[in-house]
């Protein structure tokens, strides 16, 4: 049973919200992906957000640019927790999108990651997940401690080269 649900209202989303799957298969948490516009079919989207939580779904994620309705529609609908992902637009860079998504009216928020954050969106649902799932906690720890050694490495290497060098060589 899916416990994430990643939503986005146009499969233009995609190669951003591919992004918080990746995440979330590599702390190993089910979800299920589905592109369903709030404006072009408001009758499929209010029945897949009303059911979501007897389906097992404990977060959605919901990608949206422009308008960015998506987001805040799940939180008026879905009782548990939504984040919302800005999508960067050609027109506005996404900040119409931020916009859209962080200013919520009081009593239906929306956690809001930055524009094209979708990576963190899985982390940050790995966390709220991780209230109740110990193994999961452990899983996010681990990550962490890999994050960190990765920029030991970064400073390991950038002393022994110089940034000349180091420049050239992420080049």
């Known amino acids: 049973m899916s416990k994430v649900s990643i939503l986005m209202g146009s499969d233009s989303d995609l190669p951003i919200m591919s992004k918080a799957a990746s995440m979330l298969e590599d702390f190993g948490i089910e979800y299920e992906m589905r592109v369903i516009s709030a404006h072009r079919e408001p009758d499929v989207f209010i029945d897949y ?5 007897e389906r097992g779904i404990e977060v ?29 637009t050609k027109s506005l860079g996404g900040v119409d999108s931020l916009y859209s998504i962080v200013q919520m009216p009081s009593g239906i928020p929306v956690a809001t990651v930055a524009i094209d954050g979708a990576a963190n969106a899985a982390i940050l649902a790995a966390k709220m997940l991780s209230i109740s799932d110990k193994v999961l906690r452990e899983k996010l720890a681990d990550y962490k401690e890999n994050l960190k050694k990765q920029v030991e490495t970064k400073d390991a290497k950038l002393g022994k080269v110089g940034y000349e060098a180091y420049l050239k060589q992420k080049v």
């Open 60 to 88: 959605i994620i919901a990608g949206a640019g422009g308008a960015a309705h998506l987001p805040g529609m799940c939180a008026a609908i879905f009782n548990l927790p939504v984040i919302g992902v800005p999508i960067h």
């Open 49 to 53: 957000a009303k059911s979501a939580e």
